[in-house]
């Protein structure tokens, strides 16, 4: 009888498990599709999101592009500036070596007093002097147009005694022109200026005067002619006496050429 018996294997059934958990359908059955994938589902469930807006900011241009235009600008203007001083250098030179030009000379050669009196009142000085003047002009391509407007006037110290202006006239090439001046003025200081002018002449035997020329001119080159510009010229003289109708001697006279000017 125990022969018969036989000893039966139980299967374990946590061996299928795995199976039957994968038979499983993530779905069940009778629905459509899963409510965990359907966002549809869920917007019941879940209040929308609200998205927040933002303004735009526009941030400034960086300044090293500020800086650059800058230096641009700068640059471009030095390099007009260099350009223009070269031009006109090459055209100064050219002009230089075609005309070589020279600077008129002048010269005081004689003057005389005619009037140098004091008024009834004993406060006014009139004087009148005539003064003549040599201009010349040692240029070969040059003409020199003396235009109206001139001013010249005779200076004690720094006190004026009379003025007076150049003709108009036109002075041609290497030409030398000998011009009379008549100069008038009066002065308010007539004893002041009496008593300082004879106590210089017996201090040091003489008279300084300061003779002051400002002529508008206009320079032709060949055919062309610049635009107007002043010939400044000083002459200082040294007389022996101021009085009238009376031979003034001229001990000394030197004139120099004090600029061109606008």
């Not at 240029?139 to 005694?161: A, D």
């Not at 002018?197 to 610049?226: D, M």
């Amino acid at each position: 009888m125990a022969d018969h018996q036989k000893i039966h294997p139980v299967l374990d059934r946590d061996v299928e498990a795995p199976h039957a958990a994968a038979e499983v359908p993530l779905v069940p059955r009778g629905a459509s599709k899963s409510d965990r994938s359907d966002p549809a589902d869920q917007q019941g469930k879940y209040p929308p999101l609200q998205r927040r807006t933002f303004p735009v900011m526009h941030s400034p241009p960086p300044i090293h592009k500020k800086r650059s235009c800058c230096r641009r600008c700068l640059c471009w203007t030095v390099c007009l500036l260099v350009l223009q001083v070269v031009v006109i250098a090459i055209a100064g030179g050219i002009i230089y070596l075609v005309f070589r030009p020279k600077l008129p000379k002048y010269s005081v050669d004689q003057l005389q007093i005619t009037q140098f009196n004091v008024s009834t009142d004993q406060t006014s000085l009139y004087a009148t002097f005539d003064v003549n003047i040599t201009a010349r002009n040692p240029n070969k391509k040059i003409g020199i147009y003396y235009e109206g407007g001139s001013r010249l006037s005779v200076w004690y110290t720094r006190t004026k005694l009379c003025e007076g202006a150049l003709p108009k006239f036109y002075q041609g090439h290497r030409n030398t022109t000998q011009l009379l001046v008549q100069m008038t003025g009066q002065n308010q200081d007539a004893s002041g200026l009496l008593t300082a002018l004879q106590q210089q002449q017996q201090q040091t035997g003489n008279v300084p005067l300061t003779l002051r020329v400002r002529q508008p001119v206009k320079i032709k080159l060949g055919s062309f002619k610049l635009p107007k510009i002043f010939f400044v010229v000083r002459c200082r003289l040294v007389v022996d006496s101021l009085s009238e109708n009376n031979d003034i001697t001229i001990q000394s006279s030197s004139c120099k050429f004090r600029g061109i000017r606008l």
